[in-house]
């Protein structure tokens, strides 16, 4: 296993480690699927993906990973988990795979489609992840994201036809840019698919019924619309309550995120705000173009400070939210109210969700930021299980 230096990782511990006090009382988010329901980041050599399990590194060649299993797959539960507004966690999360996180192996995209799963780390390097098996093996990813983290993946989605997007930002001048990458079906080297001067940040991904992309822009206040056939790159969205506003809850970060995770069903767009700690609501109109932008639920920052990726419960249309600065995952009924599915133990920066294949599970990206830039040691960067009845 090919070992890279951890050189202190300082600007992915601004971006996303809180600090170890909530100052209010971090595609991603992203999960794709067939369905209207859904949600969901240059140099040389590409990835076959292998039928073996290999181990994960932070190389910044993503064809070379090997993924490894060192952290302990316990489980953990809340001292009285409650009842959601349509069902109730059946236990805690559980451990699907765990990364190591003394080489910087944080998990950050998720999805699953077709009942293949898929993990995108940080660092750049992509998953399959079989999820009854609790393997993942090699599926590419970018090359070139350097370990001075002037660059970095988020979201990830999967595509109709075995391809997956992924979102990379970049914060310095290098050969990569910001924008959408594709990898393709099978697996391999990322390459560039979609980018503007005018899209900063990308973040979460979801699907539209026509088979084209929203993405998020966790900079500009934009959700931009990207086409599959030719990665043409258009604003759909636009408002200063998608923005990043550093004075909404005063976290000590140096970067501040706006929208977030995002999803779509029927004729409405659901996005977080990481920074303002709201639940957005857009209304889509007949020919797809967004219409009314409301807040579902306006700052909080006690309940939602780092609300990030979302997705959204099938027959009820509840929102299942990981807060991300506050190690929860929580419910968002119709009503509005906010139940908790699950808080501390094992959650560490809980970041993306997933529906697993089942139905009965949704699956998180345990990202650990603050654990691992804290103390690596007590850090579970890792794919968890959250049974949900």
Known sequence: MRVLALHSRPLLSALFAASLTTACGDDEGSSGSATDATTSSTTDATATPDSTTTDATTTADPTTADPTTTADPTTS?????????????????????????????????????????????????????????????????????????????????????GEVYVAVDVFAPQELVSGVYRIPAGGGQAELFASDPALLFPNGFAFEPDGDLLVTDSFSGTIFHVALADGAVTPWKSDPLLAPNPDACGLPTQFHLGANGIAHAGDRVYVTNLDQASILEIAVEGDGSAGALTELLATDCAALSGADGLVIEPDSGDLLVPVNYQQRIIRVGADKQITTLAEGGILQSPATLAWASTGDAVLIANAAFEATTMDPATALPAILSLPIE
């Open 77 to 161: 539960t809340t001292d009285e988990p409650t009842t959601g507004t349509t069902g109730a966690p059946v236990d805690g999360p559980s451990v699907v795979f765990a990364f190591d996180p003394l080489q910087f192996q944080l998990p950050e995209g998720l999805d699953v489609r077709d009942g293949q799963g898929y993990v995108g780390l940080v660092t750049g390097q992509v998953f399959a992840l079989d999820v009854a098996a609790g393997e993942v093996t090699d599926f590419g990813g970018v090359v070139g994201i350097p370990p001075d983290n002037t660059a970095i993946m988020t979201g990830l989605v999967a595509g109709p036809e």
